[in-house]
């Protein structure tokens, strides 16, 4: 039984995730490949662009994982680092 | 020398003359240890996204600091004992931006970008 629970969990997360994907690719055929954040002219992560750092958090305050969002390793590093910055500050 | 960003977040029922002497205090003590301040900025009472100390809400003040590492270990000795703060945070950095300006005039900034997010939509 709780196996079963459990896997009816995961399935409304993957529902839920997809419907984050909509946010960050243009359609839902054509997947963006490339960083948004790496792209030039692309804004620089820093703890007190919160507005920034809100895009990629999820609604309950946790960070999205690059799989979803399309974040460069070396970025969603710096990412992680500042909202936790910005947690510490109460800004987030 | 380094470049620091140093963040300091006071209560929420500090009156501005006490911003005033908290932001003087921490200036000399930057000053008497050789360091320069480049600037200092007010983000003023901002709230906070989770109750700290039974406040909800808190003054926000903001150094650019250039200077040897010392001065950092004696801005947050003082700062752990000082009541009036809630927060603080030093980060290191290796230029400093001093053109973005991430919290005045904050509410037209959101509501033009929440304009352009519908329009997406």
Sequence with gaps: MPSKKRAGNKKKGSQSNFAKLSIFQTSKYKFKKSCPLSVKGAPVVDYKNIRLLKKYMSENGKILPSRITNVSQKKQRELSLSIKRARNLALI | ?121
Excluded: C
């Excluded at chain 2, 209560?11 to 005033?20: E, G, M």
């Excluded at chain 2, 983000?43 to 200077?67: D, M, P, T, V």
């Excluded at chain 2, 400093?96 to 352009?116: G, H, I, Q, T, V």
């Design chain 2, 1 to 121: 020398m380094n470049l620091y960003e140093h963040t300091i977040v006071a209560r929420q029922d500090t009156s501005p003359a006490q911003i005033k002497q908290l932001t003087d205090k921490y200036s000399k003590i930057v000053e008497k240890n050789d360091g320069e301040i480049v600037q200092t900025e007010e983000w003023g009472l901002l709230n906070l996204s989770y109750i700290i100390k039974k406040n909800r809400k808190g003054n926000y003040i903001h150094f650019k600091i250039k200077g040897s590492g010392k001065i950092i270990d004696e801005l947050e000795k003082n700062e752990v004992i000082d009541k009036n703060l809630l927060r603080y945070i030093t980060v290191k950095v290796k230029k400093f931006d001093l053109d973005a300006k991430y919290f005045s005039k904050k509410d037209e900034y959101e509501k033009k970008e929440y304009k352009k997010d519908y329009n997406r939509d």
